[in-house]
């Protein structure tokens, strides 16, 4: 089992930035790969960027390229989402994911708020 703990989301005016975290903890040996998706008010659940563990190959949706970047600290177990130049378009919850090759090879953050005022 993989124990996620996201933290950094709030209320930022446009313009503005924010960075997100997401610690993980227990069978992180398992972990090949973390991202960041979000979802917003009667909206599907989208990626935002994603990093492996192994090269830190990194994937960003069209929308946040050029202003959100993602990294990780793997002697940390952390994944960070620096989110610059917000929009109030990226109002959303941001959930962290990570990718493990064991069942049930996937698990989800409880989710962080990030609101952005026009």
């Known amino acids: 089992q993989v124990h996620l703990v996201e933290s950094g989301g709030g209320l930022v005016q446009a313009g503005g930035c924010l960075r997100l975290s997401c610690a993980a903890s227990g069978s992180i040996f398992s972990i090949n790969a973390m991202g960041w998706y979000r979802q917003a008010p009667g909206k599907q659940r989208e990626l935002v960027a994603t990093i492996t563990t192994s090269g830190g190959r990194t994937n960003y949706a069209d929308s946040v390229k050029g202003r959100f970047t993602i990294s990780r600290d793997n002697a940390k177990n952390t994944v960070y989402l620096q989110m610059n130049s917000l929009k109030p378009e990226d109002t959303a919850v941001y959930y962290c994911?990570?990718?493990?090759?064991?069942?049930?090879?996937?698990?989800w953050g409880q989710g962080t708020q990030v609101t952005v005022s026009s």
């Open positions: 994911k990570v990718d493990s090759l064991t069942w049930p090879y996937n698990y």
